[in-house]
């Protein structure tokens, strides 16, 4: 994956609460063998007024020209619950966002986006309410800049706020690690208990 260290660019405000799984890509786009090209359907019941035409919705916020780069998104509480299905975290990088702001995240959603190279910051439902004001305001998107380094967001009003996060999931992001890459960081132990328990249980390896 991708390292994250710093990246600033545009916010999305997308504040709605319990925006959930199905909502961020509904089943019937999720018929892709490959996770590349699901950021066509991402949203796909809001980005578009015809779904089977892709006519857009011009009132979509993610469908105006200055939100259109935007690779930050500011949503509302509990986003991303519902279903556990990862589709969603891939359509959501798959169509460029790096780093979701919200109050709170469904419990699986926040995991796999570590695990895919976004990240999920946790701020105060004021805060991310103010900040998706100042990006509303700003005449070619507000641009947020985030430090996973020294743990810190910046609104587009140069507000600096810290943010919470486990260390094991800052360690992923900031190496770019998914889950098997971590694992194998721990490849030389592995092999010593593989070696240890061939000597006491050599019937399991037959």
């Given at each position: 994956?991708?390292?994250?260290?710093?990246?600033?660019?545009?916010?999305?405000?997308?504040?709605?609460?319990?925006?959930?799984?199905?909502?961020?890509?509904?089943?019937?786009?999720?018929?892709?063998?490959?996770?590349?090209?699901?950021?066509?359907?991402?949203?796909?019941?809001?980005?578009?007024?015809?779904?089977?035409?892709?006519?857009?919705?011009?009132?979509f916020v993610?469908?105006?020209?200055?939100?259109r780069d935007?690779?930050?998104?500011?949503?509302?509480?509990?986003?991303?619950?519902?279903?556990?299905?990862?589709?969603?975290?891939?359509?959501?990088?798959?169509?460029?966002?790096?780093?979701?702001?919200?109050?709170?995240?469904?419990?699986?959603?926040?995991?796999?986006?570590?695990?895919?190279?976004?990240?999920?910051?946790?701020?105060?439902?004021?805060?991310?309410?103010?900040?998706?004001?100042?990006?509303?305001?700003?005449?070619?998107?507000?641009?947020?800049?985030?430090?996973?380094?020294?743990?810190?967001?910046?609104?587009?009003?140069?507000?600096?706020?810290?943010?919470?996060?486990?260390?094991?999931?800052?360690?992923?992001?900031?190496?770019?690690?998914?889950?098997?890459?971590?694992?194998?960081?721990?490849?030389?132990?592995?092999?010593?208990?593989?070696?240890?328990?061939?000597?006491?249980?050599?019937?399991?390896?037959?």
């Amino acid at each position: 994956m991708e390292k994250f260290t710093q990246h600033a660019g545009i916010a999305a405000p997308l504040l709605q609460i319990n925006i959930d799984t199905d909502a961020i890509i509904p089943s019937k786009e999720m018929k892709r063998v490959s996770k590349e090209g699901l950021g066509e359907g991402l949203f796909a019941n809001w980005r578009y007024s015809d779904v089977a035409k892709r006519v857009e919705n011009p009132d979509f916020v993610l469908n105006q020209s200055r939100y259109r780069d935007a690779t930050i998104l500011l949503a509302g509480l509990n986003f991303g619950c519902g279903s556990s299905r990862e589709h969603a975290v891939w359509a959501l990088k798959d169509w460029g966002i790096r780093a979701i702001i919200a109050p709170s995240f469904g419990s699986i959603f926040y995991g796999n986006c570590v695990r895919n190279g976004i990240l999920p910051i946790e701020l105060d439902e004021d805060v991310v309410t103010s900040w998706a004001a100042e990006a509303l305001s700003a005449a070619n998107g507000g641009r947020i800049s985030i430090d996973l380094v020294a743990k810190t967001a910046t609104s587009p009003n140069g507000e600096t706020r810290a943010f919470d996060i486990a260390p094991a999931d800052r360690e992923m992001l900031l190496e770019g690690l998914d889950s098997i890459a971590v694992t194998l960081k721990h490849d030389d132990d592995i092999k010593a208990f593989r070696v240890r328990d061939q000597q006491r249980r050599g019937w399991a390896y037959l």
